[in-house]
């Protein structure tokens, strides 16, 4: 009955190559969410999806392309990865965008995926 | 743009009182949410305040005051278990709920 999950939870990996990560939520939110959590624990947006549309698009290199095939899911592609990369990427969903309502507010997390670039 | 500070790391005993407090600079604001990490685990949220005023959830509570740009969250009755990370975080005027998190505040309750 997990509510956000994404798989894997640990990615190692060499520089160079392509890498996937997949979110799904069963909690019938419309709108979902990538961010990146870097090793002093700084938590930034990447992407949001509203209904399978993209939404939010935070200056992220176009190595990483995000594709939603239905407002459950919303998966993360990265190409040619990088040492930089290395990081705990976190899926997150809301009820959908926001409005006056807290619960329009409240973004639920996945566990996250733990990349590591060599 | 957007940017929020709070302190980095706070010590306390179990059962005192912590405030952390969180100031921001944004070029449009809707409201101010905060979110609770343990060590490994998932952003979890705590609360969001829309408007000025006092929140109360349980131990915890957070105040906004929209005019000062300044919030806190209060952690009352402190456990063990509230060792964590709290990240306060700014909804803009940007499209699609987009937050903005601060850097964080580690908190370590003693026993």
């Known amino acids: 009955d997990t509510a956000v999950s994404q798989t894997p939870k640990y990615l190692v990996t060499q520089m160079g190559n392509d890498k996937s990560i997949k979110c799904e939520q069963n909690l019938g939110h419309d709108t979902m969410y990538w961010y990146k959590q870097d090793s002093k624990k700084f938590l930034k947006i990447m992407f949001s999806?509203?209904?399978?549309?993209?939404?939010i698009n935070e200056t992220v290199p176009n190595r990483f392309s995000p594709k939603s095939p239905d407002k459950a899911h919303l998966n993360l592609h990265i190409n040619s990865l990088e040492l930089g990369d290395s990081a705990v990427y976190f899926c997150?969903?809301?009820?959908?965008?926001?409005?006056?309502?807290?619960?329009?507010?409240?973004?639920?997390f996945g566990p996250g995926t733990r990349l590591t670039v060599l | 743009g957007q940017s929020l500070e709070q302190p980095s790391e706070v010590t306390a005993v179990e059962g005192a009182i912590v405030q952390i407090n969180c100031t921001y600079q944004?070029?449009?604001?809707?409201?101010l949410s905060w979110y609770q990490q343990h060590d490994g685990g998932a952003p979890t949220f705590l609360s969001y305040n829309g408007l000025d005023g006092l929140e109360e959830t349980g131990r915890f509570s957070s105040f906004l005051s929209r005019s000062d740009s300044y919030g806190y969250l209060l952690l009352q009755e402190l456990q063990m278990k509230d060792s964590a990370s709290y990240f306060c975080a700014v909804r803009g005027r940007a499209a699609g709920n987009k937050l903005t998190f601060g850097g964080g505040t580690r908190v370590l309750v003693k026993p």
């Open positions: 999806y509203n209904n399978k549309e993209l939404i």
């Open positions: 997150a969903s809301s009820q959908g965008l926001a409005g006056v309502r807290s619960s329009y507010n409240e973004q639920f």
């Open positions: 944004t070029s449009g604001f809707y409201g």
